[in-house]
């Protein structure tokens, strides 16, 4: 039987039960493609490079490989399916980074940030381009990416972004919106101005992971599923069954990272959970969201939200969860459900009866920049990107561009970018890092959920919260 609060958010068994099935993307993805088996690795094998994890990252490697050579032996290893973890999982924001120019120009100068700002816009425009070409329908469109204020210690995050973008030459980039020009494109009660990134556009983010891993099979890459591996020896990846020995080793294994030595000092694992809403076409058109855009707030735990074309929205939002590795609270956690459908009904109060249909959750590698970084462990073999900190559709492409030129030596604009090779501070050793994280970020959601009630933030969730600005981490308010 359904509590009270549950029957007034709404929610339907399936979005109670976060976890129990593959996120609704991913079914959907295969309901319409479910692709050709790749059964798990059983066996010694050889290949020029073998990728660990089959999420965006592994596979656009993979991808770029093939463009660069293809003739190399590719093969990628995924514990689950591709697409199985946050790639087929995520919000299907591929946004431009530049909401981001804050930490690149403090790490790498305004124009090492604008370089990488345009390679990410480039990502976006290619990702689309790939899918017009490859016969991908990932439902990919290009209405942009609108920040909403809704609570007033936002309004000077957002003056500040937006000045910022003009100080670097890149004013048509990220421009203020009025409350009225934020209400034209979507009326919500909650939503006060804003601001407009022209640089966005959403995908069902695991038609785009199962449209990758098709045409990777098609271009002769070998893709084993259900194949976890359980350590890299050098550059062979040991498995249950069986063994990769390759010239080149990739670890794509996105928050997994916590558990790799080689990553785990620049990670903590966030959870973030997304709840979708039956279609309500209607609904949409009654508050003006027919433009496609993302949307999302300013709280460091992030609510954002975009629709679908048939009419629904999918609304995430960080949950408080920072663990030492990743287990089922970052995908059955029912609480952070709960805490992400009431931002929904928060901001779409006119949605009141349309039910959450569906729930799911995943882990985000948060970095100590907010920013990746993608390159080569030491003077090793062993490659690497990690840290999108919840932001990696569109640079994941980046990325695999970037570690497929360093495997093949080619040089390019992709190895020059600043996040190739950046060395972030690195976060505290466990257990103090998972145990730090962990409080920071529910004063974190403690202290924006009070400015947003137009209350005064507790003392201590004010400090705690900006405890990470104060270590030098470029994470949370200042
Ligand atoms: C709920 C949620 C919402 C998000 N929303 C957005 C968004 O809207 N926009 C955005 O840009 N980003 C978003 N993100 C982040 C985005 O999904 C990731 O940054 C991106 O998918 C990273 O891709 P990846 O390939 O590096 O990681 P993943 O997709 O996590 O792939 C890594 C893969 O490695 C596999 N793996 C791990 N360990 C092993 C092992 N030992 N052996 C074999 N395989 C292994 C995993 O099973 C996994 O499939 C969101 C993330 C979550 C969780």
Redesign the pocket.
Known sequence: MLSAMQTSLNLTGAALTPGAQRSWWLREALAHDPGRPCPALSGDVNADVVI????????WTAFFLTERDPDLGVVV????I??????????????GWWDELHGLVTLYGPEAAMRACRAISASITAIGDFCSRNNVDAWYRAGGYMYAITAGAHEKLCEEMVRLAAEVGAADELVALTPAEVKARCASPAFRGGAYMRDGASVQ?ARL?RGLRRVLLERGVTIHEG????RLDGTTAITPKGSVRAKHAVL?????GVGWPQLNRRLVAW????VLTAPAPDRLREIGWTGGELISDFRTSLR?FRTTPDGRIAF?GGGGRARRSIDHMFTHDARAVTETAEGFRLMFPSFADVPIEDA??????VSPTHLPAFGRVGETNVYY??G?T???????RVAGEALADLITRADTEAVRLPMVNARPRAFPPEPFRSWGAAVVRRAMIAKETAEEQGRAPGFLASQLARTPHRMGYLLGPD
Do not use: K
């Open positions: 660990v994890g089959g999420g965006f990252t592994g596979l290893l995924e514990q689950d591709c697409g199985g973890g946050p790639s087929g999982r995520n919000g299907g924001f591929a946004s983010p992971a194949t976890a591996v359980d794509a294994v996105n928050a997994w959870s973030s959970y997304i954002y995430g799911w959750g995943g882990p985000i590698d990107a990690a999108y919840g932001n990696g559709v569109a640079p994941t």
